[in-house]
């Protein structure tokens, strides 16, 4: 079993920055890609970030691609997303995930970003 809790979430102005955060239990953590997905109001859940279990290597979605850093602590079970110059398109619920090959997905409970114009 792992257990994700998402972390660093708010309200801010567009250009601004957050920093988000994931704790995760388990022993297996740094063996396991993490990643960061979003969902908007009506729109279908997207990966923005993912990155593998060392950290050396990272995937971005084209539209934070620049903008948005994924990084993770493997002696403290935590991965992070810096966002910087938020835009109000960003405004979305954040989701840690990660996968294990025996039981599946799984997910944190998310965190809401709201970006204001």
């Known amino acids: 079993q792992v257990q994700l809790v998402e972390s660093g979430g708010g309200l801010v102005q567009a250009g601004d920055s957050l920093r988000l955060s994931c704790a995760a239990s388990g022993r297996t953590f740094r063996s396991n890609a993490m990643g960061w997905f979003r969902q908007a109001p009506g729109k279908e859940r997207e990966c923005v970030a993912a990155?593998?279990?060392?950290?050396?290597?990272?995937y971005y979605a084209y539209s934070v691609k620049g903008r948005f850093t994924i990084s993770r602590d493997n002696t403290e079970n935590t991965v992070f997303l810096q966002m910087n110059a938020l835009k109000p398109e960003d405004t979305a619920v954040y989701y840690c995930?990660?996968?294990?090959?025996?039981?599946?997905?799984?997910w944190g409970q998310g965190t809401q970003v709201t970006v204001s114009s």
């Open positions: 995930h990660t996968y294990r090959a025996r039981s599946g997905d799984y």
């Open positions: 990155v593998s279990g060392s950290g050396s290597s990272t």
